[in-house]
């Protein structure tokens, strides 16, 4: 009986950050894995023992559900933390490729309770649980959050897995480890990539929090479709690779807050108006509303640049 191939085990950088390596795949300590003593390589209907419960369950179609391949079912304990990021660790998608070490990185996670699939059959359901496209309305959520948590601090942040948690069930386990269907995610700043886990991570402190908290349930519940759409804004501007990209996500959320719809006008003077005014009422930083109003026309000038293509778009990119 062997063990458990490339089971995953973690560490730590010095940055304090935690990673994930996988052990040989026949060591002695690894946990043995005891699905290989049962395991036949066979379709089930060429397993004499097995075929006439398969003919069985193939007329009813309550059971057909169940059982239309090989079955792998195992209930599961709660594990501990640790062991819910090994599991995590395991996945590997051929679509999307996210670094392994951002992966491992990852110390939080937003956690959604009480979401539901149709209990279909194995296939079908570990299709469900694999396309990012079924969980819209999750993911949508958590952009409402990361967009308030960007809007009210200065933090990097992002996310690279979507992780779906059986409550109560399981179709299939490896050694101790909990199931966790893992759908790979790439919504996280392109410096993560270039070492990003050996820096010490920035901590937030509780006012940063509640006040994110606060506008994400605003954003949420107040449905208004421009702060929607601004919100969006802000977090492609903070994933964008190109400053030139992103400086025209910021410019279109700023007019989508503040420039109403079919204002007519020179939007750049409005814009810097009500940017300064609402540095009035709530400062922006140490800036003064008249450096908020010079500001606000430095950084649509970097704006018009990219948009038409200027020659002189490095002088206006300083501000």
Sequence with gaps: MFGHFELPEMGHF????????????????????????????RSPDKIPEWAPFYDLARMNDRLKRYFDETPKYRMELDGAAELFQLARSRERRFLLSTNECVVGVATHAIVFH?????????????????????????????????????????????????????????????????QVEVIPMRAYPDHFEHYGWLHTPP?????????????????????????????????????????????????????????????????????????AALCKMRPFEDYRPAEVFGLCKKLYGFRSAVAHGSQDMSKKRVI
């Design 114 to 178: 009480g979401w539901c699939i149709k209990n279909d059959s194995h296939w079908i359901r570990s299709n469900t649980l694999s396309s990012a496209e079924n969980f819209r309305d999750v993911i949508e959520r958590l952009d409402h959050f990361l967009a308030a948590l960007r809007a009210v601090s200065d933090v990097q942040t992002g996310y690279c897995q979507l992780l779906i948690r059986p409550d109560g069930w399981c179709d299939e386990g490896t050694a101790y480890l909990p």
């Design 14 to 41: 010095e940055s304090g950050l935690p990673h994930f390596s996988k052990s040989a795949s026949l060591l002695d300590k690894a946990p043995r894995d005891y699905k290989s003593v049962f395991r036949d390589g």
């Design 203 to 275: 901590v937030l402190d509780a006012e940063s929090c509640s006040e994110a908290g606060k506008l994400c349930t605003a954003l949420t519940t107040l449905s208004k479709n421009q702060l929607l759409v601004a919100s969006r804004r802000l977090n492609l501007a903070m994933l964008r690779s190109s400053e030139q990209d992103s400086i025209m996500d910021v410019a279109i959320g700023l007019e989508t807050l503040l420039v109403e719809d079919g204002a007519k006008g020179e939007i750049n003077h409005k814009l810097a108006m009500r940017l």
